[in-house]
């Protein structure tokens, strides 16, 4: 017997007991015209998150009971494996990527850089403005994201996109609770207090009670509606499961990322029955409102799960897109679904809208483009058909790269294949989700005529997309300027090259984990006239395979200078083991040094890490290792006289130019740390060029 199928097993364990604990109101009746809708949209938790989806690690008896009397739905898709362009999708009915978010919006020159506009336009369609329109109160309450962040500060409010009243955190505009700490030891503190900026009142309240807040605002927001006799529509979308994890101090345990991650979902499930006791023990609420619970990504590593499914956040695995859903509704629900189990049918977070729309009788006008198709009877179940389209996916542009494996750019889900590719097609995996939920074979071989409709259909759509438009003209198109850059590819490896213009001009390899995306431009840019300057930028911890694949790097040379920074990703727990942090680097510099026996080798530490929300502190649990890690690593390069750069030195006097996302900085930190490499490999040119 498979996992999931032993999960449908568990579940019916689950129901009975899980029943019991949702208040009941009365018999189910005939729902009313204009149902009431609640979508709990929670942030970050993994598709075997849920007690009810095979979770013995924790207990959310709350969720479980909306299962009980409810549906639970194993093949919904939302439609990006990040957190922004997951909830343009699921407010919009509409693919994130004809509005240019493909990624979690973030400060305005990073968004800039990823292509990316800065918030959702108002122009696009809404569920919310559909609903408002045809009579509906309609709140948001919770996380936003979808504009209005970091230094973006003047995008649309959040009542343009269709809201009566909103109260939101700290990625969102106008009203909003901000989180406060505390810890075991009595420690307290603030996170994310720079979004006060972002209009207000602002509340604060203790980040493992926040949850309460957003709940109690939407049961005042539902009695007034009630009061005026008017059907509502209410997001409540929680982030407690979105790291930092703040469990209440009791609940701390070991202190390992697992452990709070958990402590923190079944406290954040606690909370969530305030709403659903408030729903569940009043017969008119409870014979007249469906709620939808479902996450807007696949889990954080460390922290949720989403076995048996492959992957997590940031990919386009199973596990990073694939969510539980759970449709509740007694008066709603034909009476026969209560407590059924749907393995079988395929959703997507862009079917809801089209679908909640029709439910509540409103329309939708002709000309907005809707990509959903309306799902309403299966979502009610009434029927078990799937949609007849495919769902098609792009990965986060900054997320190439995920623990040391390069991601495929594209997917696509139809009928039982799932298969995905890089832009121009290469790369192919193609798996049968219905024998293989896991992805673990890849049968593109065995079956090409499906793999190649899959691939055509797939590419057509991304050049369909703006962003996909964008990136097919950058591939087409031919270098134009002198200094083009061009691109080298291994396994597991991309190299940013410098076009030689000039052969006897010297040339230097600059690699560096994501901080390089920062400074290394800048370098280019101080160095040009002087060198040719390539970038690695290498997301790996330090193993053997590094050692392998900067081997592989090298060949692309020959250099004069190589200026590296590791990326001490080791901090994580089980990535180095003890006792070969210092040998893999004393290693990862002789590699170099075989390959290039005459360059010169500058080392550069890595950058502090803050708190995130708060950039001004250091991260108390990570940046001692960090601190740890420059240490042992300095000690390699004295004994293999190679010369150091201090970055963390030099940006730990300057920890108001971090972002606030723990490991970024600003463009004027990245100035820094520039001139402080430019000055050292201008250096290492002189002495090299006296040497010879």
């Known amino acids: 017997m498979g996992v999931i199928a032993r999960r449908g097993l568990l579940f019916a364990f689950l129901v009975a007991a899980a029943a019991a604990a949702f208040p009941r109101g009365g018999r189910a009746g005939e729902p009313a015209a204009k149902p009431n809708v609640i979508l709990v949209l929670i942030d970050d938790m993994g598709w075997a998150d849920l007690s009810c989806f095979g979770n013995r690690d924790a207990r959310t008896p709350r969720i479980d009971a909306l299962a009980a009397e409810g549906i639970a739905f194993e093949q919904f898709y939302v439609n990006a494996p990040i957190c922004s362009p997951s909830r343009v999708a699921i407010s919009t009915g509409v693919y994130p990527q004809r509005w240019r978010i493909t990624s979690y919006l973030a400060h305005r020159q990073l968004n800039q850089s990823r292509g990316m506009a800065q918030w959702l336009d108002p122009k696009a369609p809404t569920l919310a403005r559909a609903l408002r329109e045809a009579g509906y109160a309609t709140g948001h309450f919770g996380k936003w994201h979808m504009g209005g962040q970091r230094d973006v500060a003047d ?62 605002a939407a049961i005042e927001f539902i009695a007034q509606a009630r009061k005026r006799g008017t059907p509502f529509y209410v997001n409540l979308w929680p982030d407690d499961v979105h790291s930092p994890f703040w469990p209440p101090v009791d609940r701390w345990g070991d202190g390992s990322k697992r452990r709070l991650y958990l402590s923190v ?51 386009l695995y199973e596990g990073g897109i694939r969510s539980p859903l759970i449709v509740w509704g007694p008066g709603v629900l ?50 078990r058909q799937s949609r007849t389209k495919p769902i098609f996916f792009s990965r986060p542009p900054d997320r190439k790269q995920v623990d040391g494996a390069t991601m495929p750019d594209l997917a696509v889900r139809y009928a039982q294949w799932k298969l995905l590719c890089d832009y121009e097609g290469g ?79 010297p040339r230097v390899l600059l690699i560096g984990d994501s901080i390089l995306n920062g400074y290394g431009r800048q370098v280019v840019a101080s160095l040009e006239g002087k060198a040719h300057v390539d970038l690695w930028v290498n997301p790996y911890h330090q193993s053997e395979h590094l050692n392998r694949l900067l081997a592989e790097v090298l060949d692309n040379g020959p250099y004069n200078v190589v200026h590296f920074n590791m990326g001490l990703h080791g901090w994580q727990q089980g990535r180095i083991k003890e006792g070969q942090f210092q040998p893999l680097t004393k290693a990862y510099v002789e590699v170099i040094r075989a390959k290039l026996p005459r360059a010169r080798i500058i080392w550069a530490s890595s950058t502090p890490v803050t708190v995130k929300g708060t950039p001004t502190q250091l991260d108390p649990e990570i940046n001692p290792i960090i601190v740890e890690h420059n240490r042992m690593a300095a000690e390699v390069m004295k004994e293999l006289g190679v010369p150091v750069n201090d970055f963390y030195g030099l940006l730990v006097p300057k920890l108001e130019l971090a972002r606030g996302d723990q490991f970024h900085w600003r463009t004027e930190a990245y100035q820094l740390l520039a001139e402080a490499a430019t000055k050292s490999i201008v250096a290492a040119l002189a002495e090299g060029s006296r040497r010879d």
């Open 155 to 216: 995008a649309p409010a959040i009542a343009e996109y269709g809201f009566d009243r909103s109260l939101t955190n700290f990625e969102g505009l106008g009203p909003k609770l901000l989180p406060l700490t505390k810890d075991p030891s009595g420690g307290v503190g603030r996170i994310w207090a720079d979004a006060e900026r972002l209009g207000g009142p602002v509340t604060w309240m203790q980040r493992s009670e926040i949850t309460t807040g957003f709940v109690d």
């Open 265 to 315: 979902l079944e406290n954040m499930d606690a909370q969530l029955g305030k709403l659903f006791d408030y729903i569940g023990s009043d017969r008119q609420l409870r014979e007249n409102t469906l709620i939808l619970l479902c996450s807007d990504n696949g889990p954080e590593s460390g922290a949720g799960r989403a076995a048996p499914l492959r992957g997590g956040k940031g990919q």
């Open 334 to 383: 034909p009476a026969a679904a209560a407590g059924a189990r749907n393995g079988q049918s395929v959703l997507a977070a862009i079917d809801l809208a089209p679908s909640l729309i029709r439910l509540a009788g409103a329309g939708r006008p002709e000309a907005t483009e809707c990509d959903g198709e309306q799902m309403l009877d299966t979502l009610l179940g009434k029927s």
């Open 427 to 505: 790369r192919r995996e193609l798996y049968d989700l219905s024998s293989d939920p896991s992805e673990q074979h890849n049968c593109a071989d065995a079956h090409p005529e499906v793999a190649d409709k899959l691939v055509g259909q797939l590419l057509s759509w991304h050049r369909s997309m703006p962003v996909g438009a964008a990136t097919a003209a950058a591939e087409a198109a031919p270098p134009t300027e002198p200094d083009a850059r061009l691109h080298a590819d291994g396994r597991g490896w991309r190299l940013d090259r410098a076009k030689i213009t000039d052969p006897n001009r």
